[in-house]
């Protein structure tokens, strides 16, 4: 049987914990599907696009962001992670960066943003690294098998798509994501549980 290459741009931010929880929940209901197969592009989005570009204490800012709702809200967010295979450790957290340079490095990416946002989410919620660090960007590029891509990112080319990618989520008035789009036509927001995405999925790959 043929497989169907089906287009899907995933607008989201590193820092977001239900993003990665979201690409979880999409691999898997792609798996339900191994006709299939997708073809993903990064699309940037800032939860915090105010963040200073040294980032933030992480007491301090969940504090501002969540006051003393803080640790039930990540206690809900961690039961879901496990259901999808993910053990965050949010307590190894020690600042919350400005997510602009990894952002410039997944769309740099470009085919391969998905692995390397496999990466770089497992960096920052079960390692505590501050991925808003550009050395600590260039030694996860490096590991990726992938250290042109400092450079690629550092082009002005990517600046504008970042840009870009920023102005189109502000026109689709999208205020959280994942925010999923398949084949340009079909678009899902938020981390939904597998079998609502699939659907969604078919309709796509039937058109």
């Excluded at 943003?113 to 770089?120: H, K, N, P, T, W």
């Excluded at 550009?134 to 550092?154: H, Q, V």
């Amino acid at each position: 049987m043929a497989t169907r290459i089906l287009p899907v741009e995933i607008y989201a931010d590193i820092i977001c914990p239900w993003c990665y929880i979201g690409k979880r929940r999409l691999e898997a209901a792609f798996a339900e599907r191994p006709d299939v197969t997708p073809s993903y592009r990064w699309r940037a989005f800032l939860l915090n696009p105010t963040m200073p570009r040294e980032g933030m204490d992480r007491g301090a800012y969940l504090g501002a962001k969540f006051g003393h709702s803080a640790a039930a809200v990540y206690g809900r967010i961690a039961t879901a992670g496990l259901d999808s295979g993910i053990a965050f450790r949010f307590d190894d957290i020690r600042r919350t960066p400005d997510s602009r340079a990894a952002q410039r490095l997944l769309i740099a990416a470009g085919p391969d943003s998905a692995a390397l946002s496999e990466i770089l989410y497992k960096a920052y919620f079960i390692e505590g690294c501050d991925i808003g660090d550009p050395d600590i960007l260039a030694d996860i590029a490096a590991k990726f098998g992938r250290p042109d891509l400092i450079d690629a990112a550092a082009d002005e080319s990517v600046g504008r798509q970042l840009e870009n990618n920023l102005a189109t989520a502000n026109q689709l008035r999208l205020d959280g994501v994942p925010y999923f789009i398949f084949d340009g036509k079909y678009a899902i927001a938020g981390a939904h549980q597998p079998e609502h995405l699939v659907p969604a999925i078919d309709a796509a790959a039937a058109a």
